[in-house]
């Protein structure tokens, strides 16, 4: 590979996709020049600033902190193109127009120094003919770099070389996508939409067909295609009205006319509610209107309405009842749900028949045509359409044996290759060996490690033979090099006794026989925080010795995770709420994500963060003090950060929030990663000959001088309606503990002080109504209440 060093990156066009290409490595730190045409009237910027300014207001933001807007300049293609000599990667973005990108690349040819890498993000021109007349270093440092939009949030990103493209700088992409972008990595061929949208669309129109045939409503679809699925909650028409219908049908028009000789051809036509909605601008959100129209009732109340795929007139939505998905409900594990689908009696079990068998016969049949390798497929529909489990890997959980005789029912027939794959003894794509997974490799017939895996760590792989202890809600993996992992597996992630009595177990194990802890999980939230059902029952039950219990059992964890004698490293991501996050306020390192949405929200639940959060807030406000003024204002931001229950909205942010300490954090870009570099840093921590630290003893609190701010500012709030009495309250008791109560002057007093207060206004906050009432709206309904 390539020694190649990426500081400063010009990305040409600004639309939707480039400017968010352009927010997205000013994300990373690099330096960006975001150029595009000069408007016909106005400034001569007006396009470029317009439309960054346009990506920046989107909401989810494209920008981890809007610090990092510092890191674009704006230009245009008439003045600035000259300044891509100092770039090191040109990225272009610009309409899909053949002719257009070519004369792009003639201004790019006459500027750019030579062995600079040039990519086109294209979505569906063939990569080779934009490279057709450049010289002969223009192409053999030109591919396709295909990102999914929006780029900071889809994780796919598909490599596409020409037969011109120099084999190191594919190499160097595929490395520089996973560990800096934070991408799934995907080697294409340079084929109609590649590879996920060629398996990605293709499994939509079957769909839109299906649901004609099978007369499904877009309620019924969307039911039997979401989460249960492990889709995403958007499933299947929700995701096109987002998407744009307009978006879809462009691809699927282009393979109808590329691919004359898929099988599938024919399904790439547009079935007629599809054509009439095209012709109407029913194109989703963009036109207001899609699959979905939201709209106001006559009490002015907001409705969304589903469209009716036969009279193509909109009506309020129908709940969907299946027995199907009740059966599925209590299955935690999406593989074996699966089957479960693929036994349905009722049109969900139906749906999932129709039309995964003719998935599977697709995409054994797109081998080799759109990629060599199997896993690829998979990892291209996981990263850019959000799909729990690949093609293959369904394949895999419903059986390939017994899914080649559904399939024979429906019509479908298998690739040849699977038919070998099977008689020679091989059941199945994917299978995991002294904790490597491997592929089925169709040309050598056997099975071999998945390319680039070895710099990951999935646990999911060493369940079988690595697990040393495990209860109920968590299990202790051994990751090797004297470094184990408590990985937490309940519902959500979220917190209880057994989560608890694992952290411990592991700490203990390790003091003893290993040099260090990751706490880190594969789930798809790192925490949701604490059990807050155990907690409502104990209150109703006025249980207060049992619940005074857990809160000094949390409490006592977190300090655990603190005061051992070997270095314990919280791995967060995504969703780290609660106890989860005051795990990682008490760790001894954190490796967290780059999207990872990290805050103390317990006031939602009528209390205040009663896992060592609170004492850490007051503990962390001490450090900062310096004079009168400044202690006021930390006071209050520390204060205001767990009164608004504060989310950080990427991990840049979690810092910025004072969730993380500067020196005592790492941000790993791609989460496939994290585990494997929590291990690393903890491995680094024992290394450098950890010792165990100290409890604190010189924690400044500001008594009743702190207090009078707090009770002001709450006041000041319930006055003017921001508040309810019970938020007044709760408020004013979170100041009591961060004050340290109402000392008569400032003193120093001991973290087992604070510790003390945070768990006595804990269980006395559990013992209102109005919190209990806010507890068990959160149980019950999922939803905060505020009261």
């Known amino acids: 590979?390539?020694?190649?060093?990426?500081?400063?990156?010009?990305?040409?066009?600004?639309?939707?996709?480039?400017?968010?290409?352009?927010?997205?490595?000013?994300?990373?730190?690099?330096?960006?020049?975001?150029?595009?045409?000069?408007?016909?009237?106005?400034?001569?910027?007006?396009?470029?600033?317009?439309?960054?300014?346009?990506?920046?207001?989107?909401?989810?933001?494209?920008?981890?902190?809007?610090?990092?807007?510092?890191?674009?300049?704006?230009?245009?293609?008439?003045?600035?193109?000259?300044?891509?000599?100092?770039?090191?990667?040109?990225?272009?973005?610009?309409?899909?127009?053949?002719?257009?990108?070519?004369?792009?690349?003639?201004?790019?040819?006459?500027?750019?120094?030579?062995?600079?890498?040039?990519?086109?993000?294209?979505?569906?021109?063939?990569?080779?003919?934009?490279?057709?007349?450049?010289?002969?270093?223009?192409?053999?440092?030109?591919?396709?770099?295909?990102?999914?939009?929006?780029?900071?949030?889809?994780?796919?990103?598909?490599?596409?070389?020409?037969?011109?493209?120099?084999?190191?700088?594919?190499?160097?992409?595929?490395?520089?996508?996973?560990?800096?972008?934070?991408?799934?990595?995907?080697?294409?061929?340079?084929?109609?939409?590649?590879?996920?949208?060629?398996?990605?669309?293709?499994?939509?129109?079957?769909?839109?067909?299906?649901?004609?045939?099978?007369?499904?409503?877009?309620?019924?679809?969307?039911?039997y295609t979401g989460p249960a699925l492990g889709r995403p909650k958007s499933a299947t028409f929700r995701t096109t009205d987002v998407v744009g219908l307009d978006t879809m049908i462009k691809v699927a028009k282009g393979l109808y006319d590329n691919c004359p000789d898929d099988k599938a051809h024919d399904l790439f036509k547009l079935p007629a509610y599809v054509e009439k909605m095209e012709a109407n601008k029913w194109l989703g959100d963009k036109t207001n209107q899609g699959f979905y129209k939201k709209t106001k009732t006559a009490e002015g109340k907001t409705e969304i309405l589903a469209l009716d795929l036969k009279t193509l007139e909109y009506r309020p939505q129908v709940k969907v009842k299946s027995a199907t998905l009740d059966l599925t409900k209590p299955i935690e594990n999406v593989r074996d749900r699966m089957k479960v689908f693929a036994a349905g009696k009722d049109k969900a079990g139906e749906l999932f028949r129709a039309s995964f068998f003719g998935l599977f016969e697709y995409v054994s049949d797109r081998i080799p045509e759109i990629s060599d390798e199997l896993y690829r497929i998979d990892d291209a529909m996981r990263a850019g359409f959000g799909w729990d489990l690949g093609p293959f890997e369904v394949w895999d959980a419903v059986g390939v044996a017994e899914s080649i005789e559904g399939m024979k029912k429906y019509g479908h027939e298998a690739a040849a290759w699977v038919h070998e794959m099977l008689a020679a003894g091989n059941t199945s794509f994917y299978k995991v060996e002294d904790g490597v997974r491997k592929y089925y490799d169709i040309p050598t017939k056997s099975y071999k490690a998945v390319q680039g895996a070895e710099a990951f760590i999935i646990l999911d792989n060493l369940r079988a033979n690595k697990v040393i202890w495990k209860n109920s809600g968590a299990s202790i993996i051994d990751l090797g090099d004297g470094i184990i992992n408590v990985e937490f597996h309940s519902k959500m992630n979220t917190i209880g006794g057994d989560t608890l009595q694992a952290i411990n177990k592991a700490i203990d194990m390790a003091e003893k026989d290993y040099r260090g802890v990751v706490i880190g999980n594969d789930g798809a939230n790192f925490s949701a925080g604490a059990n807050v059902g155990m907690i409502f029952m104990m209150a109703v039950e006025q249980e207060w010795d049992e619940l005074n219990m857990a809160i000094r059992m949390f409490q006592n964890t977190s300090m655990r995770i603190r005061y051992s004698s070997i270095p314990v490293v919280v791995a967060p991501h995504n969703l780290t709420l609660g106890g989860g996050c005051e795990?990682?306020?008490?760790?001894?390192?954190?490796?967290?994500?780059?999207?990872?949405?990290?805050?103390?929200?317990?006031?939602?639940?009528?209390?205040?963060?009663?896992?060592?959060?609170?004492?850490?807030?007051?503990?962390?406000?001490?450090?900062?003090?310096?004079?009168?003024?400044?202690?006021?204002?930390?006071?209050?931001?520390?204060f205001l950060t767990i009164g608004m229950a504060k989310v950080s909205t990427s991990a840049a942010e979690a810092f910025e929030l004072g969730y993380l300490q500067k020196g005592k954090y790492s941000i790993s870009m791609n989460r496939s990663r994290l585990i494997a570099d929590a291990k690393a840093k903890a491995i680094e921590l024992a290394d450098a000959g950890y010792t165990k630290s100290v409890q604190r003893k010189d924690i400044k609190v500001l008594g009743k001088q702190g207090l009078g701010i707090v009770y002001a500012g709450a006041n000041t709030m319930y006055s003017g309606h921001y508040i309810s009495e019970h938020d007044k309250k709760i408020s004013e008791k979170l100041g009591w503990v961060m004050c340290g109560g109402d000392l008569s002057s400032p003193t120093e007093v001991t973290e087992q002080y604070l510790l003390d207060l945070e768990r006595e206004v804990f269980l006395s906050l559990c013992g209102e109504r109005k919190t209990l009432e806010r507890i068990q709206s959160i149980v019950t309904k999922g939803k905060p209440l505020r009261n």
């Not at 981890?64 to 230009?75: E, Q």
């Not at 609170?614 to 003090?625: G, H, I, N, P, V």
């Open 583 to 638: 795990f990682s306020l008490h760790a001894d390192h954190v490796q967290l994500n780059a999207e990872t949405y990290m805050g103390l929200v317990e006031f939602g639940v009528g209390v205040i963060p009663g896992g060592g959060g609170t004492k850490e807030f007051a503990l962390r406000a001490s450090d900062e003090y310096n004079d009168d003024q400044i202690v006021q204002n930390v006071l209050k931001d520390r």
């Open 1 to 223: 590979m390539i020694n190649k060093k990426i500081n400063k990156v010009a990305v040409l066009g600004s639309g939707i996709m480039g400017s968010r290409i352009a927010c997205h490595f000013a994300n990373i730190g690099v330096e960006v020049l975001l150029l595009d045409i000069v408007p016909k009237e106005g400034p001569r910027n007006g396009i470029v600033d317009a439309a960054l300014q346009t990506a920046v207001k989107t909401n989810p933001s494209p920008v981890y902190s809007k610090k990092v807007l510092s890191k674009i300049t704006t230009g245009n293609f008439d003045d600035d193109m000259s300044k891509i000599a100092g770039c090191d990667w040109i990225i272009e973005v610009v309409v899909e127009n053949l002719d257009i990108k070519k004369k792009v690349f003639e201004q790019v040819e006459q500027h750019r120094k030579a062995g600079t890498l040039v990519t086109s993000n294209t979505s569906g021109i063939p990569i080779h003919m934009m490279a057709e007349g450049r010289s002969d270093d223009f192409r053999a440092n030109f591919c396709g770099t295909h990102f999914f939009n929006p780029p900071r949030y889809l994780r796919l990103l598909e490599i596409i070389p020409t037969p011109h493209t120099k084999p190191e700088l594919v190499d160097f992409l595929m490395y520089y996508g996973d560990k800096f972008l934070g991408k799934t990595t995907v080697l294409c061929k340079d084929t109609p939409a590649f590879i996920a949208n060629r398996v990605g669309v293709y499994s939509i129109m079957a769909l839109l067909h299906l649901v004609e045939k099978m007369e499904l409503t877009v309620e019924e679809v969307d039911k």
